[in-house]
């Protein structure tokens, strides 16, 4: 099932209402951040090697997954690529109390197709090595990842003269593909979404204090019904659990 075709069952859902209850055999339904395809993927095989049913994953900008969940949508956990979203779920009381926790970190890093030497900050040469082209990068205006990078560029004196030159994505996987396909010559993207790249390189770090800590947390969801929340929850915050997220990059918490 495409994360696609996810987003548009919770909308149905979180309209008609139809669906509260979990389907039997079906694992719980977790919406989680665009950049932990892999990862979360990855975890849930696992999960179901122990003897459990399959998570259903839908994955997204994280504003676009809270914003379902908002809208009443029948989720069992939410992990957020940053905080804001979170503690906004946390506001109006949709995450259920003692089940945040703080998951996982991540870096920021700028990719290219070709091997290039970018220098980041005021006198380097982002705008020249970008030259007629725009800077991928998911939506700053509520992506974690476009508001991190948005940021750094800002910290580091680089935003004022590339703000008017953003491809903006819905997300920081679309921001990635922009640069995959040649759309766009640099992104703006995590490390690990980097990594899990084809035919991009890293060719610069956004320094750790350009921009506030990336961080994941993970909560279960007020409305969920599925006995198995909890345990996916406890099992992702394992010492095995997390081993996994931290052998596609991640940093554990």
């Known amino acids: 099932m495409s994360h696609v075709f996810r987003l548009a069952l919770l909308a149905l859902i979180a309209v008609t209402g139809v669906g509260a209850a979990p389907a039997p055999g079906q694992g719980p339904m977790v919406l989680a951040a665009a950049s932990l395809q892999e990862s979360m ?3 849930a095989d696992r999960w179901v090697r122990m003897g459990h049913p399959r998570p259903v994953i839908s994955f997204a900008a994280s504003s676009a997954l809270a914003r379902q969940a908002m809208a009443g949508a029948p989720a069992d956990l939410f992990v957020s ?50 030259g007629r082209g ?49 759309a766009a010559p640099l992104g703006v993207v995590y490390a690990t979404d980097a990594r899990a790249a084809k035919g991009v390189r890293v060719v610069a770090v956004f320094p750790a204090a350009s921009h506030p800590p990336i961080r994941y947390p993970l909560a279960v969801l007020q409305r ?11 099992y992702l915050l394992s010492t095995a659990g997390r081993a996994v997220f931290a052998g596609y990059g991640f940093s554990v918490r």
């Not at 109006?92 to 920021?108: Q, S, Y």
């Not at 070709?114 to 970008?130: D, E, H, I, Q």
């Open 41 to 43: 993927t990855a975890a």
């Open 81 to 130: 690529a940053d905080e804001a979203w979170m503690d906004t779920l946390a506001a109006r009381r949709l995450v259920r109390a003692g089940t945040r926790a703080d998951f996982l970190g991540n870096r920021l890093v700028l990719v290219a197709r070709a091997p290039v030497a970018v220098r980041l900050g005021r006198g380097g040469n982002l705008m020249a090595v970008l």
């Open 134 to 182: 725009r800077l991928a990068m998911a939506d700053p205006a509520s992506v974690p990842a476009g508001k991190y990078g948005q940021a750094a560029l800002t910290r580091l004196g680089d935003w004022a003269a590339v703000k008017d030159r953003i491809a903006r994505a819905e997300n920081v996987r679309a921001a990635l593909a922009l640069v995959e396909r040649g």
């Open 224 to 234: 969920s019904r599925h006995p198995d929340a909890m345990g996916f929850r406890a």
